[in-house]
């Protein structure tokens, strides 16, 4: 890559200074260089004072967020510790006083923590990551066997809102019952994949039974009850994080609202300036009140509307733009061209057809694999799905956060899935009457206590509906990702019928093709290949496989 030689302007510090800048600093003369060891608060306060000055950040660190000047740098520079000479308390005033008494909400978002949410239910993970702006790791049902407790008992929720001994006792008995039934149901499917699959000479012990765990989880997991609990990593700046906080103190579940409450705690620990707002009354409490009061609204408005199970198609496109691929066209070559959004688009539909594919080959490009992604042009066109299937791949979809996505409340309204290889292993009938007992435990605590409450015990196999709406250039990402040879058979599924409906329904061939690397075909151990590459990785960096 060429690298000029770009002349700039290197300011000069002390021996005092520099000691002091390279404590908290990558380095001290170049215009590019990273922050680091200072306080989340420190940081926020200094681009905020950064954006209203005419000093660099380096010197306004020194000159205002270090304890002295002049002559006093020299003995600072020699008490640096772990701790640092930095000025925390007046980064919290100047943070206050931008952020709380001017209302410049984009403070907040120059500062940010990692949190860890532990053993938080089904139901909370879709709270938790509900949020744009923020970033998610879950534990992954496709690896983990759940046929061991926790503790003294199996991983899953019991909700404080469970309002007496008996249906406390009943709603234990169930759910363990269900755990059981996961066990013996993912031991048999275990022996059904290795006998189906036998160990190939030059994979090791370990690709192996990774991939023949991944293959039973798979179908095991829809015996997993939305109470099953995981664990979530979260990074988000402070601004995300009130959000989410208010968004889960407004949540009818206790669960989402205890959580929250214990979450706002932690971050007051790291990040407390961020999180100022959040619970006082005027600013947070009405903020939640209103969240809250609309909930009430619509679900009174929804009583009006009776409950349709679903019976049309799985992955259903309802809406698109016939004109989307020339409004791609003009919005991929208004950056190149000298007139207006108008003129261009009069333009552009007088062009041929053979032009427009001209205009497509260039824009998409040469594209060697997944991660080379055309421009923002493909976000000028959009497509709207009506999807319904099993909450465990709808869990899969919903992570990606940029979509438009809103999902139905679970229920056992929409029937379930049996997968094939629990009829092959005879544990079908078992599977079924599993789900079936499920079902009216459902409506047993929908009638005594809430249909939210009642969520918790629909197991993974029960079908839910949600819309999905995303763009082209979203779609790519999405699409291309999750039709991967290792992906989960289900997901795989409804992605390549969106790909095809793209350009079969909305008849938008030149988008559906430049998504090259969607991956139509199936595959018998679909975890194999990745396993594969996963362990010549290791071996090239003489890393042992760890043991199975």
């Known amino acids: 890559m060429n690298?000029?030689?770009?002349?700039?302007?290197?300011?000069?510090?002390?021996?005092?200074?520099?000691?002091?800048?390279?404590?908290?600093?990558?380095?001290?003369?170049?215009?590019?260089?990273?922050?680091?060891?200072?306080?989340?608060?420190?940081?926020?306060?200094?681009?905020?004072?950064?954006?209203?000055?005419?000093?660099?950040?380096?010197r306004l660190f020194l000159d205002e967020f270090t304890t002295g000047s002049g002559d006093a740098v020299a003995a600072i520079a020699e008490q640096v510790d772990d701790d640092g000479p930095v000025g925390v308390e007046r980064a919290q005033t100047l943070y206050d006083r931008v952020f709380t008494e001017y209302g410049d909400d984009s403070v907040a978002q120059l500062g940010g923590a990692h949190l860890a949410v532990e053993q938080a239910s089904n139901i909370l993970t879709k709270v938790l990551e509900w949020g744009r702006l923020a970033s998610y790791l879950e534990q992954s049902t496709r690896y983990i066997f759940y046929d061991h407790k926790l503790g003294d008992r199996y991983r899953y929720h019991v909700p404080n809102e469970l309002s007496t001994t008996a249906t406390r006792d009943r709603y234990t008995r169930e759910i363990d019952d269900l755990f059981g039934v996961y066990s013996r149901v993912v031991d048999k499917l275990v022996a059904y994949y290795e006998a189906m699959y036998p160990r190939q000479d030059g994979d090791s012990s370990f690709v192996w039974s990774s991939t023949i765990r991944a293959k039973a989880c798979d179908d095991a997991r829809g015996l997993l009850p939305a109470a099953t609990t995981s664990n979530v990593g979260i990074f988000a700046s402070g601004q995300a994080y009130e959000a989410l906080l208010l968004r889960m103190a407004a949540h009818p579940l206790d669960e989402v609202r205890w959580f929250g409450d214990r979450m706002l705690e932690e971050l007051r620990t790291?990040?407390?300036?961020?999180?100022?707002?959040?619970?006082?009354p005027e600013r947070g409490g009405v903020w939640a009140k209103y969240f809250k009061d609309i909930d009430a609204a619509m679900?009174?408005?929804?009583?009006?509307?009776?409950?349709?199970?679903?019976?049309?198609?799985?992955?259903?496109?309802?809406?698109?733009?016939?004109e989307g691929e020339r409004k791609v066209a003009a919005s991929a070559l208004y950056p190149y061209v000298s007139m207006s959004e108008r003129e261009l688009r009069a333009r552009v539909a007088d062009m041929s057809e053979d032009e427009i594919d001209q205009v497509f080959t260039a824009y998409v490009g040469n594209r060697s694999n997944r991660r080379h992604k055309p421009g923002r042009g493909l976000e000028e066109t959009f497509y709207r799905f009506d999807i319904v299937c099993d909450y465990g791949i709808f869990r899969d979809l919903q992570r990606h956060r940029m979509l438009t996505l809103q999902w139905q409340p679970?229920?056992?309204?929409?029937?379930?899935?049996?997968?094939?290889?629990?009829?092959?292993?005879?544990?079908?009938?078992?599977?079924?009457?599993?789900?079936?007992?499920?079902?009216?435990?459902?409506?047993?605590?929908?009638?005594?206590?809430?249909?939210?409450?009642?969520?918790?015990?629909?197991?993974?196999?029960?079908?839910?509906?949600?819309?999905?709406?995303?763009?082209?250039?979203?779609?790519?990402?999405?699409?291309?990702?999750?039709t991967q040879q290792g992906g989960h058979p289900g997901y795989r599924a409804v992605c390549q019928e969106m790909h095809r409906q793209i350009r079969d329904v909305a008849g938008h061939r030149r988008i559906a093709e430049a998504m090259r690397f969607v991956d139509h075909h199936d595959y018998d151990l679909a975890r194999l290949e990745t396993e594969r590459r996963a362990a010549a990785k290791r071996a090239g960096l003489g890393v042992e496989d760890p043991s199975a």
């Open 3 to 58: 690298n000029p030689s770009v002349p700039f302007y290197v300011e000069e510090f002390t021996a005092p200074e520099t000691a002091i800048l390279e404590r908290y600093f990558s380095n001290t003369d170049q215009p590019v260089f990273a922050i680091r060891g200072l306080p989340e608060v420190v940081k926020g306060a200094l681009f905020a004072r950064y954006s209203r000055s005419p000093k660099s950040v380096r």
């Open 270 to 280: 790291v990040i407390p300036s961020f999180m100022k707002r959040v619970d006082v």
């Open 299 to 322: 679900t009174r408005q929804a009583q009006l509307f009776e409950t349709v199970p679903a019976t049309g198609p799985g992955v259903d496109l309802v809406e698109w733009d016939p």
């Open 410 to 482: 679970l229920s056992p309204a929409n029937g379930f899935i049996v997968p094939e290889s629990v009829e092959d292993v005879g544990a079908a009938p078992e599977w079924v009457a599993t789900m079936e007992r499920m079902a009216g435990l459902y409506g047993d605590l929908e009638d005594e206590i809430s249909p939210q409450v009642a969520q918790y015990v629909i197991p993974f196999a029960y079908k839910v509906r949600f819309t999905l709406k995303l763009n082209a250039r979203e779609a790519f990402h999405m699409l291309e990702l999750r």
